[in-house]
């Protein structure tokens, strides 16, 4: 069982800066970040293999955000920057054993969950 902790959630202005911290219970070969706005799915936002530092986002924020993590791999980041009004969602954290050849950015992939932390953009 992984427990996961989220931070850093909060309101900004549109073009503004946030960043959000996942801090895991133990080390995960996957972990990812997630966001559902009222009436939509979730939908993957960017995801890492620890091992060897893979990395994959969706289109909608590729050259705006940025997951990385610790090095004890067990702190989750993501740096928002250019933050749009769209970017408003709950925001969560996720993280899985498995092995795949790429870090996934589904959500059923993904195992244990942490609790959400709401980001705000107007």
């Known amino acids: 069982h992984v427990q996961l902790v989220e931070s850093g959630g909060g309101s900004v202005q549109a073009g503004g800066s946030l960043r959000l911290s996942c801090a895991a219970s133990?080390?995960?070969?996957?972990m990812g970040w997630f966001r559902q706005a009222p009436g939509k799915e979730r939908e993957g936002v960017a995801a890492?293999?620890?091992?060897?530092?893979?990395?994959n986002y969706a289109d909608s924020v590729k050259g705006r955000f940025t997951i990385s993590q610790d090095n004890a791999k067990k702190t989750l980041y993501l740096q928002m920057d250019n933050q749009k009004p769209e970017d408003t969602a709950m925001y969560y954290c996720?993280?899985?054993?498995?092995?795949?050849?790429?870090?996934?950015?589904?959500?059923?992939?993904?195992?244990?969950w942490g609790q959400g932390t709401q980001v705000t953009v107007s």
């Open positions: 996720a993280a899985v054993f498995g092995t795949f050849w790429y870090p996934p950015l589904r959500a059923t992939q993904y195992q244990y």
């Open positions: 133990t080390y995960t070969r996957y």
């Open positions: 890492l293999k620890a091992e060897g530092g893979t990395t």
